[in-house]
């Protein structure tokens, strides 16, 4: 695995057709468009089509012209895995492009498959960013969607150099990080990172299909972060199951163990209750120490590991037009740099709390600075 970097000449993309216009393919165009590219659309969808062309992704193909006689230097294929084959091998004998890419977030499927249809994987370079949402569809999507994340490439040792450098520049005009790794390791690596996840998210969601009105108005935000991304669309997740059905369910399985585990120690304990020993929860709090350590691995922005150092301070906002724009312009008059913020609203009420993510040396002059300025600050909470 590596990340593209360095002084490397950087080929020119001005014509790209990109074909599938759902919430990926959608905001792929919408990026390049914002580099003033010269982006064609397809979609057998027509309505979908008509709605990317009018959020200004890009005008329509035109399905009956020779593409051959100028053809795009990139086409972006963006299909369900299972399409994504098929419409490569046309899309490749009509001449459609120069160069060609997907963005489904399996890969190994994918290629043993085009493979398999006699597909040029000379001019193939099969990709995969990383940005998404649980909402779908080309009015889901954003020109913004892929800015900072990582992009997966995964060329074959076929792959053509220049083929590869021109579908790098299309992850770099899109804002993403382009990263070159095996199609097998990039499986391996989503199904720990994103589809395991998605399952995960999902069963606890499911759980909550029993629970009563009371149960329900209790939810706060750490409910909502577990299950946001189970409001993705169940056909398209069964597919992508189904195409990394391996890596995914080694993943589920190990926190399968994890799971049965605690809840037997939990089952047992509730049974003697309050004759507990200490040493009794230790394979509970071993799976939550995990899981903290875990967490802070996770890359925070710039691709780094997240600061552990970080203190968070509270901050009372009114839930208004302009309210959160006007704490983070006291914040930049303070010279303090927020380096993260989530917002925890209050049901019922009109107002809410930004927690502000600040390094240390940072939280007296900006909790000062707030005061002044008439904010409700709690540092220390």
Same mark, same amino acid.
């Given at each position: 695995?590596?990340?593209?970097?360095?002084?490397?000449?950087?080929?020119?993309?001005r014509?790209?057709?990109?074909?599938?216009t759902?919430?990926?393919?959608?905001?792929?165009?919408?990026?390049?468009?914002?580099?003033?590219v010269?982006?064609?659309?397809?979609?057998?969808?027509?309505?979908?089509?008509?709605?990317?062309?009018?959020l200004?992704?890009?005008?329509?193909?035109?399905?009956?012209?020779d593409?051959?006689?100028?053809?795009a230097?990139?086409?972006?294929?963006?299909a369900?895995?299972?399409?994504?084959?098929?419409?490569?091998?046309?899309?490749?004998d009509?001449?459609?492009?120069?160069?060609?890419?997907?963005?489904?977030?399996?890969?190994?499927?994918?290629?043993?498959?085009?493979e398999r249809?006699?597909?040029?994987?000379?001019t193939?370079?099969?990709?995969?960013p990383?940005?998404g949402?649980?909402k779908?569809?080309?009015?889901?999507?954003?020109?913004?969607?892929?800015?900072?994340?990582?992009?997966a490439?995964?060329p074959t040792?076929k792959?053509d150099?220049?083929?590869?450098?021109?579908?790098v520049?299309?992850?770099?005009?899109?804002?993403?990080d382009?990263?070159?790794?095996?199609a097998?390791?990039?499986?391996?690596?989503?199904?720990?990172?994103?589809?395991?996840?998605?399952?995960?998210?999902?069963?606890?969601?499911?759980?909550l299909v029993?629970?009563?009105?009371?149960?329900?108005?209790?939810?706060?935000?750490g409910?909502?972060?577990?299950?946001?991304?189970?409001?993705?669309?169940?056909?398209?997740w069964?597919?992508i199951?189904?195409?990394?059905?391996?890596?995914?369910?080694?993943?589920? *399985?190990?926190?399968?163990?994890?799971?049965?585990?605690?809840?037997?120690?939990?089952?047992?304990l509730?049974?003697r209750?309050?004759?507990?020993?200490?040493?009794?929860l230790?394979p509970?709090?071993?799976?939550?120490?995990?899981?903290?350590?875990?967490h802070?691995?996770?890359?925070?922005?710039?691709?780094?590991?997240?600061?552990?150092?970080?203190?968070v301070?509270?901050?009372?906002?009114?839930?208004e037009?302009?309210?959160?724009?006007?704490?983070f312009?006291?914040?930049?008059?303070?010279?303090?740099?927020i380096?993260?913020?989530?917002?925890?609203?209050?049901?019922?009420?009109?107002?809410?709390?930004?927690?502000? *993510?600040?390094?240390?040396a940072?939280?007296?002059?900006?909790?000062e600075?707030l005061?002044?300025r008439g904010?409700?600050?709690?540092?220390?909470?």
């Amino acid at each position: 695995m590596g990340n593209t970097r360095g002084g490397e000449h950087r080929p020119a993309v001005r014509r790209v057709t990109v074909v599938g216009t759902g919430l990926i393919g959608t905001s792929v165009a919408l990026a390049l468009r914002s580099r003033d590219v010269d982006v064609t659309l397809s979609d057998p969808d027509g309505a979908s089509l008509r709605l990317a062309c009018d959020l200004g992704a890009g005008r329509p193909l035109e399905e009956s012209a020779d593409p051959s006689e100028v053809p795009a230097d990139v086409a972006v294929i963006a299909a369900p895995p299972a399409v994504i084959p098929s419409a490569l091998r046309r899309a490749q004998d009509r001449g459609l492009a120069h160069v060609y890419t997907d963005v489904a977030s399996v890969k190994a499927s994918v290629l043993a498959e085009a493979e398999r249809l006699g597909c040029d994987m000379a001019t193939f370079v099969p990709g995969h960013p990383m940005g998404g949402r649980e909402k779908h569809g080309p009015g889901a999507a954003r020109a913004d969607l892929f800015l900072g994340r990582s992009w997966a490439l995964c060329p074959t040792d076929k792959a053509d150099a220049q083929a590869v450098a021109m579908v790098v520049e299309i992850a770099r005009m899109c804002g993403a990080d382009p990263v070159v790794l095996d199609a097998r390791a990039h499986d391996r690596a989503v199904a720990l990172v994103s589809h395991a996840p998605h399952v995960a998210s999902s069963a606890v969601a499911a759980r909550l299909v029993a629970g009563d009105g009371t149960a329900l108005g209790l939810a706060g935000q750490g409910v909502r972060d577990v299950t946001r991304v189970a409001g993705g669309d169940p056909a398209m997740w069964t597919e992508i199951l189904t195409h990394n059905a391996a890596p995914v369910a080694e993943v589920l *399985h190990a926190m399968a163990v994890d799971l049965a585990a605690t809840a037997d120690v939990l089952r047992a304990l509730a049974a003697r209750a309050p004759d507990v020993r200490a040493e009794e929860l230790e394979p509970v709090r071993d799976l939550l120490e995990r899981g903290r350590s875990g967490h802070g691995r996770i890359p925070g922005k710039h691709g780094t590991v997240r600061r552990p150092e970080y203190t968070v301070i509270p901050v009372v906002i009114p839930d208004e037009p302009g309210a959160l724009g006007r704490l983070f312009a006291a914040a930049a008059e303070a010279g303090v740099n927020i380096e993260d913020v989530r917002i925890e609203h209050t049901p019922g009420l009109p107002l809410g709390v930004a927690q502000l *993510h600040v390094l240390p040396a940072a939280v007296d002059t900006l909790s000062e600075a707030l005061d002044a300025r008439g904010w409700s600050v709690h540092p220390g909470l």
